[in-house]
């Protein structure tokens, strides 16, 4: 549109040269071009969408993360709540998936970070062992070598929760929000029909020392968040406030900001575009891009096919090209400029036999060239 306006503009200047008309009249159609050659926007990376190579076991509530130059995609939640423990790897150079060693325990909604090459899987929910179906949180802490496709134990979270966020500052892992039950609480598990609560919890592991500290609680108690790290700073972005489930929950579009060095909580930054939960995320360049994600209203069970980009700089949003299929409990990381979007579920969360929709599509969006 601007574009458009320029050039009618410019052909307006040049119409008045020609015609010699007086030039107050020049000077307001010049003033004119100049403010809107500033007001106009810079252009827009390049970015768009292609296909690769659909993951071989399309799930629902599976979590992704690049390592080496590879994406590492944890989990999977069957029909009656039961983790399914997937691990695989995918290897962008030969378009190929490789299964490898399942999780040491089976989990959902668990948390994943990156510290000089293993990754690491905090927390989480799992099915209890007996009486009706549940998540049950636990605490443990699993580090996970890609290249020697092996586990090891390690010291375990003050708090036990489940979908919440872990982002790495100088090589130590922030662990924040999630769901959990409350202090004091005789249950064992989080149910929708039964009282649990979002946290604002905050805790911080150095893989270094194998320790674990406390950090300021985030304002904004949540579960089902997106979490990155620019310049330094941790943006909280989105999720599901109150229960940890859609049904029983209400999302959210707040945005807030943590400064590690002064360990403190900032001012609100601009809210999402759309309020939602459930989604994947990945950092480049400088923003955070948010896709998909679910919302659940009295009259529709919807996801999302939206991709939105976080701009710390300008506390601004950015709209991207929609994924070509909406999709919530999905997995997505950046290698290099290619944001990997995997798998998922394509309607509002529903864990019923008969009624789950999951994909293997694995989509990727380039920002930039090539």
Not at 95 to 117: E, I, Q, Y
Not at 144 to 151: E, F, N
Not at 276 to 287: D, E, L, M, T
Not at 338 to 354: A, C, E, F, Y
């Amino acid at each position: 549109m601007h574009a458009i306006i320029a050039r009618s503009t410019m052909a307006a200047i040049a119409r008045l040269s020609r015609s010699a008309v007086n030039s107050a009249a020049c000077a307001s159609v010049l003033a004119l071009a100049l403010l809107l050659s500033i007001a106009a926007p810079a252009p827009a990376q390049a970015q768009k969408w292609s296909s690769a190579a659909p993951i071989p076991v399309g799930a629902e509530e599976v979590y992704g993360i690049a390592a080496g130059g590879k994406l590492y995609v944890f989990g999977g939640l069957a029909p009656g709540w039961k983790p399914m423990g997937m691990v695989f790897e995918y290897d962008p150079a030969a378009d190929r998936w490789t299964r490898k060693r399942d999780m040491p325990s089976f989990l959902h909604h668990v948390a994943l970070a990156t510290v000089n090459g293993r990754i690491y899987l905090f927390g989480g929910f799992e099915l209890p062992a007996k009486g009706a179906a549940a998540w049950a949180p636990v605490n443990n802490t699993w580090e996970y070598d890609p290249v020697a496709d092996t586990w090891r134990p390690m010291a375990p979270a003050p708090v036990a929760r489940g979908a919440h966020n872990a982002v790495v500052v100088d090589n130590r892992i922030h662990l924040i929000g999630g769901a959990g039950l409350h202090a004091g609480s005789k249950e064992t598990a989080l149910h929708p029909a039964r009282p649990h609560r979002a946290l604002g919890t905050h805790e911080v592991f150095d893989p270094a020392t194998n320790a674990w500290s406390t950090r300021a609680e985030m304002p904004t108690a949540r579960n089902h968040a997106a979490a990155g790290v620019v310049d330094g700073r941790i943006f909280v972005i989105g999720g599901r406030i109150g229960s940890v489930f859609i049904t029983t929950a209400s999302n959210t579009d707040i945005v807030e900001e943590y400064d590690p060095a002064t360990d403190s909580w900032g001012r609100l930054r601009a809210p999402m575009p759309n309020p939602r939960s459930a989604v994947a995320w990945g950092v480049h360049g400088g923003r955070i891009y948010v896709v998909g994600g679910e919302v659940r209203h009295s009259d529709y069970w919807a996801t999302f096919a939206a991709v939105d980009a976080f701009d710390p700089k300008s506390n601004s949003w950015i709209r991207m090209p929609p994924m070509p299929m909406p999709r919530h409990g999905l997995a997505a990381d950046f290698i290099g400029n290619r944001l990997h979007v995997v798998s998922g579920q394509v309607q509002s969360g529903t864990n019923t036999p008969g009624l789950v929709a999951s994909t293997d599509r694995h989509d990727v969006l380039t920002i930039g060239g090539n």
